[in-house]
């Protein structure tokens, strides 16, 4: 399945997800891949980095969060 929320941005593929909690509410997930890095090598995974009233806010915030990372650490 294609993740059509896949970012390019500064030298990182920024893939923004979220899973659903019993309370109905979604978690903001985050997978970081410094492009062109080594098998294993730069992948950063972060998971319930916030939680929303929508899917497609917990996306927004992952990607925003993602790109603050990249611009304040990569």
């Known amino acids: 399945m294609q993740n059509v929320h896949i970012q390019q941005y500064n030298g990182y593929l920024v893939q923004p997800t ?3 909690l ?3 509410s979604f978690s903001s ?3 970081l891949e410094r492009i062109g ?5 730069g992948h950063f995974s972060f998971f319930s980095l916030d939680y929303h009233e929508s899917e497609e806010d917990a996306l927004q915030h992952s990607a925003r969060w993602g790109r603050n990372w990249v611009d304040t650490r990569g």
Request: aromatic share 0%; hydrophobic share 15%; no cysteine.
């Open 18 to 20: 979220t899973h659903r």
């Open 22 to 24: 019993p309370d109905g």
């Open 29 to 31: 997930n985050l997978l």
């Open 37 to 41: 890095s080594p098998q294993g090598e």
